[in-house]
């Protein structure tokens, strides 16, 4: 049975989930990551604008927003799957939606891997080495991202029996598939930059950046 203290573990993965590492990291080097590069606030950018060791922080740090909340919750409640789930999506939530950054945030690459891991690690490393393998043939990271996003998804359905963890995986690629509706479309176009490449004329508001986190 869930009481009311288990449920106060959905808000605190939310606000856990809305901590902008990327945009934190950034102006710890005196850099606005919103007027700089794409504009987003993801690993990417970060990276990209910040230098590698930068991005590398802010990739683990949101990684971590989604796996923390799901360990936790599975630790205090393991009985309860939907608790796991709802903690899992709250903080994804909080790092597309942040409080902190009045409802802007990252496409959710990074903590929805978090999340795989938490519900199923070898989930989480198949859509990371989809990913993986995917950036390093064509060097699109959108695309990467979302192939290793639904390669996750399958694996999770092909291995866990848990209808709640298969239905929120679901929720969560769909999420990550609409938020980067844009680089679909760059792409159909062949107008999606490959890592590394800027081009010129690109919107950097919050609905057309084109990174992937």
């Given at each position: 049975?869930?009481?009311?203290?288990?449920?106060?573990?959905?808000?605190?993965?939310?606000?856990?989930?809305?901590?902008?590492?990327?945009?934190?990291?950034?102006?710890?080097?005196?850099?606005?990551?919103?007027?700089?590069?794409?504009?987003?606030?993801?690993?990417?950018?970060?990276?990209?604008?910040?230098?590698?060791?930068?991005?590398?922080?802010?990739?683990?740090?949101?990684?971590?927003?989604?796996?923390?909340?799901?360990?936790?919750?599975?630790?205090?409640?393991?009985?309860?799957?939907?608790?796991?789930?709802?903690?899992?999506?709250?903080?994804?939530?909080?790092?597309?939606?942040?409080?902190?950054?009045?409802?802007?945030?990252?496409?959710?690459?990074?903590?929805?891997?978090?999340?795989?891991?938490?519900?199923?690690?070898?989930?989480?490393?198949?859509?990371?080495?989809?990913?993986?393998?995917?950036?390093?043939?064509?060097?699109?990271?959108?695309?990467?991202?979302?192939?290793?996003?639904v390669a996750?998804t399958l694996?999770?359905?092909?291995?866990?029996?848990?209808?709640?963890?298969?239905?929120?995986?679901?929720?969560?690629?769909?999420?990550?598939?609409?938020?980067?509706?844009?680089?679909?479309?760059?792409?159909?176009?062949?107008?999606e930059p490959?890592?590394?490449?800027?081009?010129?004329?690109?919107?950097?508001?919050?609905?057309?950046?084109?990174?992937?986190?």
């Amino acid at each position: 049975m869930i009481d009311l203290l288990h449920w106060l573990l959905v808000p605190a993965a939310y606000l856990l989930g809305a901590i902008p590492c990327g945009y934190l990291i950034a102006r710890a080097k005196g850099v606005d990551i919103f007027a700089e590069g794409s504009g987003n606030v993801g690993a990417t950018n970060v990276g990209r604008v910040c230098g590698k060791p930068a991005g590398a922080a802010a990739f683990i740090f949101d990684v971590l927003k989604g796996l923390v909340p799901v360990v936790v919750a599975r630790w205090i409640v393991p009985t309860q799957p939907w608790l796991h789930i709802v903690c899992g999506l709250a903080a994804l939530a909080g790092h597309v939606w942040s409080v902190f950054l009045r409802g802007r945030g990252g496409k959710g690459v990074s903590t929805s891997l978090g999340l795989a891991l938490g519900l199923s690690p070898v989930a989480g490393m198949v859509g990371l080495g989809v990913w993986a393998v995917v950036l390093g043939y064509v060097g699109y990271v959108s695309l990467a991202s979302i192939l290793g996003t639904v390669a996750a998804t399958l694996v999770l359905f092909g291995i866990t029996d848990v209808f709640a963890y298969e239905l929120a995986y679901a929720a969560a690629t769909v999420l990550v598939i609409v938020r980067h509706r844009a680089n679909i479309g760059r792409l159909i176009r062949g107008e999606e930059p490959r890592l590394g490449e800027t081009r010129p004329g690109q919107a950097t508001d919050e609905g057309e950046a084109t990174d992937s986190e």
